[in-house]
């Protein structure tokens, strides 16, 4: 694509709007705070490779699987609405917009039935029993394997609350003023949402694949 | 560029909600200001106490219990309630948009929410204290916090949580701030110093902060739930713990540094009557200072267990990170050579700062020096080293900002006498306080004793002594400042004759900051040192 | 609708449907590594997808492909931070046992 | 020399050396930080306002001047960490024929083993003029093990070990601190080293002797704890044989080789899956949280014991 041809729809003015720019900083806080406990994490996933190796085949490859595809396209949508929002059209402002609550909701659906079949399976922290042990590696390993499964994506899960929150109010502000209104905020917010994917993006193959 | 008279804003309106739901940024640095000096005395009482424990080598006055609790709290306190956000949320949040000549910060609300968000914090921490205080050290190392201690961390780590997000918020607006909206003119190199020093502060505001407040998330939650990351019977890494503490509490000292650093170089330039010597010096240095400072955490964990090879290359960063700082402290002594020099209360606090600052980094070199760390780590050559630098250091700085601006804040002008009073007693009770402690530590008493053997009793005893002199400098101004406030004469625009946007406004300035949009020509601190 | 309308939009539409489809071939090409041999790098390679994945939302999707040098800084800011903090955490406890 | 005001006694080679140091760093600073005192005080006393001197300054080679007064105290910086880091990695290197002494930290109170089994509480009885090593574990929080008069500090950690060691040069008693923070009583958990001639020190041994020496208390767990059930000496099909294991290189599934040392076993016996030996399946079960400090320094003794035992084929 020429770059002539992008500027007229999306103005490459070098300035962004300055909550723009706030968004990005409180994005590196975010990383951050989630980089301490993949720090935390690295060790141990290094410390305790088999064990955690084996406790993450009691994971749900598959659900993650799928859950990754949905949250990948969600952050699509996104990009989707901002793009939308720049063309001034709000219908598909607020179908993008609708379509990634959609999606986001079927995540935490997802992730909610995956965390009923581990509590059922007794590997929540607070209900592991005795039974814990499975393959190879030390059940304490395992069990720690668990703890991180459930600190990283629930703690993802709650940014995606409030995302999917957010995402909402945007769409009611899109439907009551007109796009230019909202353009910044549909752009901040969407930056929000693929920092959350970006999270997720990561937590697949650190939860889900190892040793596989 | 003279200012007709707009009302002021402290006239725009004097009903509570003019206040706590303000979006001035001189009204929320008003805010933060009265509560800090509330926690700031909180703190000092605390640390009262353990002056007077300590007076005996016996644990006579408290209980070993007690004794903890006060120390804790008053470590937490003074860190995070008053320390942190002590120049950055005042002086910083008054002074950035007229310094860079904008109508206030990038986000105001999001400045207010800061101050609420302080306040949220201190709810808890207010709470913490009524059930009873915690007693982990400031430090909150695990296991001892995760598994063992049975007072209220939970509360106290979420205090400090929530006043973390404060700092972030604060740091972030202050970011945007001085990246969008400097006035015509103002370009990098012509800023005051005293905003590079926020800038970089607020820097490591927003990138060290969210990994405390993650760490103290796994304490909370492994005291709830029992998650294991920091619990060696689960396989967890205590050692782990004091990185992630540490990766923000070591910068975290020098946010508790670089706007005293700030601060100083407004002051000295003024009151000799001279441009600042080597200005892009001192800029590029509080940049170094603040990113450098994130690779040296280590240092704190010289005898902790930490692998050798991890030892000697944080010493030898801590070394590196030293060099700025050292710049700083030459420059600024440069800055006196052929001036003017009036020896008025803010500046006497500025050269104060100058020796105590020096003397306390120097004695970071010690401890930075691996062998000489193993000796005195977690012994009162750290208390001194520390003390010397945030209070010596920082709460000068603070307070000689705190008159430097008062006439801009205020309107009003102080008693120029009690103010200089002030600063020599707090000096000379200062170094009572605490030159002793060096002493102490290299002795071998080690810190958190709540009762001590015999041959320490003699330097304890200087040491408290001290202490009561230093209280009395610290409550002089709480009453000539309200005289000032009262019944003070009214201060004219620039009543120091200094450079500087802030000082071209009214005093206090209006709502709007200035009446008309500033433009700026010229690099700052244009002083010329004939009488 | 405009969006459908003007051209530099359906390049823009091209663009992002286009990063879509490598991000899901990207999930396949993750998820079937464990089918290789070679079992001692997978991780690398996970992890190496994964930093694709995030450079292609962060280019295409947040846009800073064509953001200001400013949020470039403080992306890479983010990540090279947390570089420093990992780098001297490992340092510490991989050396911990070495003589 | 014994201690004064300003400074401790100084009872161990060590503490010299760090005393030496510490002159060196106070000389140094003196003369910088000293001069820049002067220099300031100078300053303000001279041209303070209202005072009648030549006020004119070219301030020509500023950059010059700036550049010096960056490089010379980094270079003076290198001199402390280099020195600094000397003894520091001095002290991260105990002699060979060190004396090892087991401590456990524990709420609030030292104990101590010497390999003979002899046990004591807050009190430390070494030889003067013989290297001593501490191995230190900690039954619960973090304790450090500090005695001014050596100049040696260290954290007992729980869940691994640290060590230090030192000389002691000048018999008497001596402060035992601990230096960090460990709960209610952390100013209560103090104690003596008393450092004693090399005969007193054997007569002290031979009055304090036990029936059991710590190793065969070792031998005795070993077989209670059920370690012997894999753990045979001559037979490799369930579990490695630990004769002759000890300070030799151990090779490991990952393809590193570390030195069987004290460390290398305690992690063995408490998270077994941090290092995998070669050959072998993940298959020993951790002892993290099941056997105390003192248990785990008995099993060290003895695996150590069986580590001069004859090299198995
Ligand atoms: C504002 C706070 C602040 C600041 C700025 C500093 C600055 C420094 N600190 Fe300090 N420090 C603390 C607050 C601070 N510290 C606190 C709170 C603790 C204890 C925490 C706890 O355990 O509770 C601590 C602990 C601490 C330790 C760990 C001690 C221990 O627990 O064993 C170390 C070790 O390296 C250290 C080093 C340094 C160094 C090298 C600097 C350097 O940045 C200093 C640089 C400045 C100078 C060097 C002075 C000026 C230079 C000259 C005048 C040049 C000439 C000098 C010579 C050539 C000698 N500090
Ligand atoms: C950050 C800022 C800061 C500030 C400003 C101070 C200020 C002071 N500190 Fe603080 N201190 C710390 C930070 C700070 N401290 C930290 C982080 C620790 C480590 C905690 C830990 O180990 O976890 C510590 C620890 C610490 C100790 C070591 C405790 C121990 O290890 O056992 C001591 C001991 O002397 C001490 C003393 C003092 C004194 C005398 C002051 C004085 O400057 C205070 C002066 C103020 C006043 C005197 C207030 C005046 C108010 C009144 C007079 C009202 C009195 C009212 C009543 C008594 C009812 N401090
Ligand atoms: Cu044990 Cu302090
Ligand atoms: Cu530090």
């Known amino acids: 694509m020429s770059a002539t ?43 305790y490779a088999e064990s955690f190796a084996s406790a993450s085949h009691r994971l749900d490859f598959m659900l993650g699987t799928i859950n990754t595809a949905v949250l990948l396209t969600s952050s699509f949508t996104m990009a989707l609405a901002v ?47 005795a039974s814990f042990a499975f393959g190879t590696g030390s059940a304490a390993h395992q069990r720690l394997f668990f703890n991180f499964y459930f600190a990283m994506t629930g703690l993802h899960a709650v940014h995606l609350v409030v995302g999917i929150g957010v995402v909402v109010g945007v769409s009611v502000m899109t439907l009551r003023r007109n796009a230019a209104r909202v353009e910044r905020l549909v752009e901040g917010t969407g930056l929000y949402w693929h920092f959350v994917d970006i999270v997720w993006v990561f937590l697949y193959p650190m939860l889900y694949l190892v040793g596989r | 560029m003279s200012t007709i008279a707009a009302p002021s804003y402290l006239q725009a309106g004097h009903t509570l909600r003019t206040w706590y739901a303000t979006s001035d940024h001189k009204r929320i640095a008003w805010l933060f200001l009265i509560s ?204 782990l713990f004091q990185h ?122 010690f401890l930075a020096t691996l062998a000489v760390d193993v000796h005195v780590h977690d012994t009162y050559f750290v208390v001194a080293h520390f003390h010397y630098i945030m209070v010596g250091g920082m709460v000068m700085a603070y307070f000689g900002g705190l008159h430097f601006w008062w006439p801009k804040m205020t309107g009003r002008t102080y008693s120029e006498r009690w103010a200089q009073a002030a600063a020599i007693i707090t000096f000379f009770g200062f170094n009572l306080t605490f030159f002793p402690q060096f002493l102490l530590g290299y002795l071998g008493m080690p810190r958190r004793y709540h009762a001590y053997p015999e041959e320490f009793e003699f330097l304890n005893v200087l040491s408290s002594a001290g202490a009561s002199l230093l209280a009395v ?40 900051n200035f009446t008309t949009p500033p433009v700026v020509t010229q690099p700052p601190y244009q002083y010329t040192p004939v009488e | 609708m405009s969006l459908i309308e003007s051209g530099a939009h359906r390049r823009a539409l091209r663009t992002l449907l286009l990063v879509w489809m490598g991000l899901l071939l990207l999930l396949a090409a993750t998820a079937s590594v464990s089918f290789l041999p070679w079992k001692d790098v997978h991780a690398a390679i996970n992890l190496a997808i994964a930093m694709a994945k995030a450079l292609l939302i962060g280019l295409f999707f947040m846009n800073l492909r064509s953001s200001s040098t400013l949020s470039r800084l403080i992306a890479a800011g983010g990540f090279l931070w947390l570089a420093l903090l990992m780098t001297l955490s490992y340092l510490d406890v991989w050396m911990r046992g070495v003589k | ?86 003894l520091y990695v001095d002290l991260h290197s105990p002699e060979r024929d060190a004396l090892t002494i087991y401590g456990v930290g524990k709420q609030w109170m030292w104990k101590f083993e010497h390999p003979g089994g002899q046990r004591e509480i807050d009190e430390l009885h070494v030889p003067s003029g013989r290297p001593v090593r501490i191995l230190l574990a900690s039954q619960d929080v973090i304790h450090s093990f500090f005695v001014p008069a050596f100049r040696t500090k260290q954290d007992a950690v729980p869940g691994y070990l640290t060590s230090t060691w030192f000389t002691a040069t000048q018999r008497g008693d001596f402060h035992l601190f601990c230096a960090e923070f460990c709960g209610t009583q952390h100013s209560a958990m103090i104690g003596r080293v008393i450092v004693m001639a090399p005969e007193d020190y054997a007569a002290w041994l031979e009055r304090e002797r036990p029936v059991e020496s710590l190793a065969s208390r070792g031998r005795a767990l070993f077989r209670e704890l059920g370690c012997s059930q894999c753990h045979q000496s001559g037979k490799t099909d369930l579990a490695p044989p630990l004769e002759g294991l000890f300070g030799r290189e151990a090779a490991l599934s990952d393809g590193r080789r570390i030195v069987a040392d004290e460390n290398y076993l305690s992690d063995s016996i408490l998270y077994p899956d941090r290092q995998i030996v070669a050959g072998y399946e993940p298959r020993m079960p951790s002892f993290a949280g099941q056997i105390d400090a003192t248990q785990l320094f008995a099993l060290l003794a003895y695996i150590e014991v069986l580590g001069h035992v004859s090299e198995q084929p």
């Open chain 2, 473 to 512: 400098g610290y409550l002089l101004p709480l009453f000539y400042l309200a005289r000032s406030m009262l019944r003070g004469e009214s201060a004219p625009v620039n009543p120091w004759d200094a450079t500087g946007l802030e000082w071209q406004t009214s005093s206090p300035p209006p709502v709007e």
């Open chain 2, 244 to 365: 992630l503490f540490w990766f923000y509490s070591h910068p975290a000292v020098y946010i508790m540094i670089l706007p005293g650093m700030g601060v100083v170089s407004e002051i000295i330039p003024c009151f000799a009557r001279q441009e600042i010597f080597g200005y892009r010096f001192m800029a590029y240095a509080l940049l170094a200072i603040a990113v450098i400072g994130f690779l040296v955490w280590g240092h704190h964990m010289f005898v902790s267990g930490q692998s050798m090879y991890a030892g000697l290359v944080f010493s030898l960063l801590s070394f590196l990170v030293a060099v700025p700082s050292a710049i700083k402290v030459f420059n600024w002594t440069t800055t006196l050579y052929k001036g003017c020099i009036s020896f008025t209360a803010p500046m006497l606090y500025a050269i104060g700062f100058i020796g105590l600052f020096a003397l306390g980094g120097t004695t970071g070199l």
């Open chain 1, 5 to 47: 041809a992008f500027q007229e729809s999306q103005p490459v003015s070098r300035e962004e709007p300055i909550g723009t720019i706030g968004m990005w900083v409180f994005i590196a806080t975010e990383v951050l705070f989630f980089g301490a406990l993949f720090t935390a994490y690295g060790i141990y996933r290094h410390a």
């Open chain 4, 1 to 86: 020399m014994s201690g004064n005001i300003l400074f401790p006694p100084a009872a161990a080679l060590e503490a010299t050396r760090v005393d030496h140091l510490f002159y060196f760093l106070i000389g140094v600073s003196l003369l910088v930080v000293g001069g820049v005192g002067v220099l300031l005080i100078v300053f303000a006393v001279r041209y303070r306002r209202g005072h009648h001197v030549n006020r004119k300054w070219r301030r020509s080679h500023r950059g010059a001047i700036e550049y010096t007064w960056t490089i010379a105290p980094f270079l003076i910086f290198l001199t402390f960490f280099a020195w600094g880091a000397k």
């Open chain 2, 36 to 239: 800090m000096t509330a926690f700031f005395f909180v703190g000092g009482a605390a640390a009262v106490v353990m002056r007077m424990e300590l007076v005996t080598p016996a644990g006579d006055l408290v209980s070993d219990e007690t004794y903890n609790r006060l120390f804790t709290m008053h470590g937490v306190i003074m860190v995070w309630f008053f320390l942190v956000p002590s120049i950055p949320a005042t002086l910083g949040n008054f002074l950035v948009p007229l310094m860079i000549g904008a109508k206030d910060l990038a986000f105001p609300r999001l400045n207010l929410l800061s101050w609420y968000l302080y306040a949220g914090g201190a709810v808890f921490v207010i709470l913490t204290l009524l059930f009873g205080g915690v007693d982990t050290g400031w430090t909150f190392y695990a296991p001892y916090s995760t598994l063992f201690s049975n007072s209220n961390v939970v509360l106290a780590v979420t205090g400090v949580f929530v006043v973390g997000f404060s700092s972030i918020l604060t740091g972030l607006n202050m970011i945007v701030t001085i990246h969008r909206l400097r006035a015509p003119g103002m370009t990098w190199f012509r800023l005051p110093l005293f905003v590079w020093s926020i800038y970089a502060t607020s820097l490591i505001l927003v990138l060290a902060t969210p990994v405390l407040a993650m760490t103290l998330l796994l304490i909370a939650i492994e005291r709830i739930g029992g998650i294991g990351i920091f619990d060696p019977s689960m396989g967890g890494d205590p050692l």
């Open chain 1, 83 to 129: 793009l939308a929002v720049k063309a001034r059209s709000r219908r598909a402002t607020i179908a993008a917009l609708a379509a990634t609550v959609v999606l986001g909701a079927i995540f935490l659906g997802i992730k909610g039935l995956e965390y009923s079949h581990e509590f059922a399976e007794h590997l929540a922290p607070w209900r592991a029993d």
